[in-house]
């Protein structure tokens, strides 16, 4: 089976409650968001929460695989109705749609180890849908050579060159999750961040690329100490270490939309821990 056959196999299990056949498509152990698990545990994990949703579905928007198949990143669209045990109880019922973004790795057609984040909203129902990939027009170039443009890209944030090297980089229209933005836009909003939070810095974590379809998917780290609102939470002088997964769509060999999950629950912790 292929990373990508097993990611979808994996989703239709939990999302129908099919305990028997996740089991099956796990490692005796997995590594889930960094922490070592037996696969009878983690099994375990995810029926203790199954109560709280009937009718569950996951659909996967986009897939990027890596390299020997091996290794494959998604969008997922989850949707499902609270279940009778969700509190408040008079929500029960109530449909609830939300995005994950899996980086997933796999051997002998077994899952060892998962990375996800998502938006689940425990009061913001429906998140709008997002088009299919265009086809490209340009000659497809190997995989290597758009891990390189993704750390120079990276790197020119880091070093604050946006202003005089994004057009190198972006289309000059950039749809980041459902906001269309220009070039300086998009580097605005970026640079923003800078303002925001003292000595951020952004380290790639995980980096899987298709240059066939010129589709990126990447696993951000971020480090700095937040000395204005950020995303509406308020610092406490605390530093904060949090994360973002981005994909990316390129087009003519530059960036042309981003769809981005922030872990803002771990940025939260931070400031409160």
Request: hydrophobic letters at 35%; glycine letters at 6%.
């Amino acid at each position: 089976m292929t990373s990508k056959s097993i990611l979808h196999r994996w989703l239709v299990a939990i999302s129908g409650s099919r305990w028997d056949d996740a089991i099956s498509l796990l490692h005796p152990k997995v590594s889930i968001n960094g922490k070592e698990l037996l696969k009878e545990e983690y099994i375990r994990q995810l029926r203790s929460t199954a109560d709280d949703f009937t009718d569950q579905k996951a659909e996967v928007e986009l897939s990027i695989v890596d390299g020997d198949d091996t290794q494959v990143a998604a969008r997922v669209v989850h949707s499902a109705r609270l279940g009778n045990h969700h509190q408040p109880t008079d929500t029960a019922g109530q449909l609830r749609q939300w995005i994950e973004h899996t980086f997933c790795w796999t051997s002998a057609g077994k899952i060892s180890k998962m990375i996800f984040l998502d938006t689940y909203p425990e009061e913001s129902p429906i998140v709008p849908s997002s088009p299919g990939v265009t086809k490209q027009n340009m000659p497809a170039q190997n995989d290597m050579f758009f891990k390189e443009f993704y750390k120079e890209y990276i790197n020119t944030i880091n070093a604050l060159t946006m202003d005089k090297h994004f057009s190198k980089f972006c289309h000059p229209v950039v749809t980041h999750n459902d906001h269309n933005y220009s070039t300086d836009e998009y580097r605005e909003m970026i640079e923003s961040s800078f303002e925001d939070i003292s000595g951020l810095f952004f380290t790639i974590k995980e980096l899987f690329v298709d240059g066939e379809s010129q589709l990126i998917a990447a696993v951000l780290g971020f480090t700095g100490t937040p000395v204005k609102p950020f995303r509406g939470i308020h610092p406490t002088g605390k530093d904060v270490r949090f994360s973002e997964h981005a994909f990316y769509e390129l087009k003519e060999g530059k960036i042309a939309r981003v769809w981005s999950v922030l872990d803002l629950g771990a940025f939260q912790r931070c400031l409160e821990g």
